[in-house]
Each structure stands twice: as C-alpha cells, then as structure tokens.
T-cell receptor
Framework: AQKVTQAQTEISVVEKEDVTLDCVYE???????LFWYKQPPSGELVFLIR??????QNEISGRYSWNFQKSTSSFNFTITASQVVDSAVYFC???????????FGDGTTLTVKP | GAGVSQSPSNKVTEKGKDVELRCDPI?????LYWYRQSLGQGLEFLIY????????KSGLPSDRFSAERTGGSVSTLTIQRTQQEDSAVYLC??????????????FGPGTRLTVL
C-alpha cells in the first residue's frame, strides 16, 4: 500500500514570508514519481513539478523550490517571498509505476494575506 | 480545445437516479484517471484506464459505480441509484504515457454532482 501525508491542513502567512509545505510518503516500490499540484480557488488542478525516485537533486524555479530526501521519504515544497496569488490548495502525489494508481495527499490550504 | 474536458459541469439529481459523467481526454493521451473530491477534501482515486483497459477497479467506492472507455478516448463514469454521499466533484485526468509513469496528469475542470 502507498500513502501520502500532508500533515499541515492549513497554513496562513503574510505576504513576503517564506513558507514550506511538508509531504511525507510511503511506498514499497523502488521506482516511483512524486508530484506537486496547485488547486487555486478556480478549482482546476495545475501541475507544478515532478521528481522520480532516482533523482534527489533539489530544484528551484523562480520563487518555488523543492527538497526531495529519499532517506526520510519527504518531498517538501517551499515558496519564497509568498504572494497573495499563491493562495491555493497544494497537493503532493505519488504515482506508482507498477500499478498505475495515483495517491494524493489530503492537501494543504495556503492562505497568503496582504 | 486542447485540454481535458468534462460534461456536464454541474449535475443535480434526485436520490436513486442514475447519472453518467463524461470525460474527453487530451487527444493522444493513453492513460485516463477518475478521482472524486468531496468538499474540502483531498483527491480520492477511483480508477484508471490504460487504453480501454481498467486493470484495477478496487478504488471504485461500491458496485453502483462503473466506468468504461472506448476507442482509447472518451470515458464515462456511471453511478447507479445515486445516494447523497455520492455528492462531490468528480475529476478526470489524462496523461500521455503509461498510467502511473513519469508523465504529469492534466486535469479537467470537474463535474460537480449534487444528490438531493
């Protein structure tokens, strides 16, 4: 069985603060893919980033950065200098290459106040 | 359009009626997924198709739920004898490569189902 845990249900920050969204996963597979998706108030999920289980290189894209640590089964997402437009629900997901099943966390609702 | 489309966008039905939800994936995408998202909740995985085949139907909540995909394209999710607990947003996604692989899933706007 596989599982994705996003322990932070809701986070509220003031604009320009940095914020980290935590994601911890469980899987028995050695090959898998981790994703982050954003669901803005409009409702449609938007892909942010993908990582495969063999690539632990951290990535930075503008104000977004991701820290993948296989040793702790974590794939955390940091937004630097947050903006009001970052307010959304963020989902971490695990894709199982053997079974095709996708497992999403329960999401973290981020509110960025002006 | 180039994205995943779903119809209807909203469906209100009476308890006990059957409903059919439709998903048109991105052209050429081989894998298709159905999820359910209850109000304020995460995504509950229901079923995936690789081509027209659904290898694992264990995610469907009950035997009132069924899904099919034809021509490697359009998929329908059917809920028979709807219950109030079926009320949710049903999301469809598609991906280019094999299900569960490295390709990101592109999501449709969802169908909001309300069972009265």
């Amino acid at each position: 069985a596989q599982k994705v845990t996003q322990a932070q249900t809701e986070i509220s920050v003031v604009e320009k603060e940095d914020v980290t969204l935590d994601c911890v996963y469980e899987t028995r597979d050695t090959t898998y893919y981790l994703f982050w998706y954003k669901q803005p108030p409009s409702g449609e999920l938007v892909f942010l980033i993908r990582r495969n289980s063999f690539d632990e290189q951290n990535e930075i894209s503008g104000r977004y950065s991701w820290n993948f640590q296989k040793s702790t089964s974590s794939f955390n997402f940091t937004i630097t200098a947050s903006q009001v437009v970052d307010s959304a629900v963020y989902f971490c997901a695990l894709f199982n290459t053997n079974a095709g099943k996708s497992t999403f966390g329960d999401g973290t609702t981020l509110t960025v106040k002006p | 359009g180039a994205g995943v489309s779903q119809s209807p966008s909203n469906k209100v039905t009476e308890k006990g009626k059957d409903v059919e939800l439709r998903c048109d994936p991105i052209s050429g995408h081989t894998a298709l997924y159905w999820y359910r998202q209850s109000l304020g909740q995460g995504l509950e995985f229901l079923i995936y198709f690789q081509g027209n085949s659904a290898p694992d139907k264990s995610g469907l909540p009950s035997d009132r739920f069924s899904a099919e995909r034809t021509g490697g394209s359009v998929s329908t999710l059917t809920i028979q004898r709807t219950q109030q607990e079926d009320s949710a947003v049903y999301l469809c996604a598609s991906s280019l490569g094999p299900a569960g692989g490295q390709d990101e899933q592109f999501f449709g706007p969802g169908t909001r189902l309300t069972v009265l």
